[in-house]
Nanobody, 121 residues
């Protein structure tokens, strides 16, 4: 079992930055993923990082977002720079207990409650 709690969302102007955090409790061997869901749209993959620290970033945010984790703190991070209005969404962290680097929503067993990110133009 993994329990996840996101924080760090908020309102920011276009071009600004936010850092999301995901505090996990329970097991530590898992891949952490970040997904987002805008109103009326499907939940989409943003980034993931394996327990060993291998990252993968979606093309839509590559060069602007970075993912990291601190296993000692059992916490993951999503640093979001050069934010655009189209980045506005609820952001979710998720854990894939397989430990593999997978991109599909269905691969992730555990989910946080989500945190709202709003980017104004």
């Amino acid at each position: 079992q993994v329990q996840l709690v996101e924080s760090g969302g908020g309102l920011v102007q276009a071009g600004g930055s936010l850092r999301l955090s995901c505090a996990a409790s329970g097991r530590t061997f898992y891949t952490m993923g970040w997904f987002r869901q805008a109103p009326g749209k499907e939940r989409e993959f943003v980034a993931a990082i394996t327990w060993r620290g291998t990252p993968y970033i979606a093309d839509s945010v590559k060069g602007r977002f970075t993912i990291s984790r601190d296993n000692a703190k059992n916490t993951g991070y999503l640093q979001m720079n050069s934010l655009k209005p189209e980045d506005t969404a609820v952001y979710y962290c998720a854990a894939d207990g397989s430990g593999l680097l997978r991109l599909g929503v269905g691969a992730y067993n555990y989910w946080g409650q989500g945190t709202q990110v709003t980017v104004s133009s």
